[in-house]
């Protein structure tokens, strides 16, 4: 595709259930990013993964949020047992490596009731 | 820890007028700075990095590394620059993987005709 691709736009969720959220990044980007953006605030990092190797998970808030990317293109964000707080868009970026543009999906709306 | 502030939430200019959007970051090394904007409905774009030194639209921004600043200014505002508007620093591996972005909660620009 001519962008980064993320599936679905809106998923609402009762509290306790999983999610998982789909990101197609750019065809070739090497790197691939998580931000999840709360309303009224910033994009806040998640994950990084360089191909397939997750290179930096230091944003993930809790050990509930997993990430992979085992092929080095798609990747998911899976969230275990939502809560309230977890509300939020999830955004992903990709670029075709360090220090280079990063280009963003139209994000994941989450609600969480 | 590095941080990015924005302290204006909301910024109101009438068509014409110069625009200023204040950044301020704290970064202990050589940080570098970028503006992403996202226009209504769209998804979120990069406007210019300081290291470009280019002027994208007709704003421009440069890096103040003694105030810690980074703001975004244009001479004449038009219809079209009303968006939302983030400021972000990338600091290298640490806060953010290897390009990462740490972002301020971003400036919301209304034009007023």
């Known amino acids: 595709g001519a962008g980064v691709s993320q599936s679905p736009r809106y998923k609402v969720a009762k509290r306790g259930q999983d999610v998982a959220l789909r990101c197609d990044p750019i065809?070739?980007?090497?790197?691939l990013f998580w931000y999840q953006q709360a309303l009224g605030q910033g994009p806040e990092f998640l994950t990084y993964?360089?191909?397939?190797?997750?290179?930096?998970k230091s944003g993930l808030p809790s050990d509930r949020f997993f990430a992979e990317r085992p092929e080095g293109s798609v990747s998911t964000l899976k969230i275990q047992r939502t809560q309230q707080e977890d509300s939020a868009v999830y955004l992903c970026?990709?670029?075709?490596?360090?220090?280079?543009?990063?280009?963003f999906g139209q994000g994941t709306r989450l609600t969480v009731v | 820890a590095q941080r990015v502030t924005q302290p204006e939430k909301l910024l109101s200019v009438f068509k014409g007028a110069p625009v200023e959007l204040k950044c301020n970051y704290s970064?202990?090394?050589?940080?570098?700075l970028f503006w992403y904007v996202q226009y209504s409905r769209q998804r979120l774009q990069l406007l210019l990095r300081?290291?470009s030194r280019e002027s994208i639209k007709g704003f421009t921004a440069d890096l103040n590394k003694g105030e810690t600043s980074f703001h975004l200014k244009k001479p004449f505002a038009q219809e079209e620059d009303a968006a939302m508007y983030y400021c972000a620093l990338s600091g290298g591996y640490s806060g953010g993987g290897a390009d990462g972005l740490t972002f301020g909660k971003g400036t919301h620009l209304i034009i007023q005709p």
């Open positions: 300081h290291i």
């Open positions: 970026a990709s670029s075709s490596g360090i220090n280079t543009e990063a280009f």
């Open positions: 993964f360089q191909n397939e190797a997750q290179l930096d």
């Open positions: 065809s070739g980007h090497v790197s």
């Open positions: 970064y202990s090394g050589s940080p570098e």
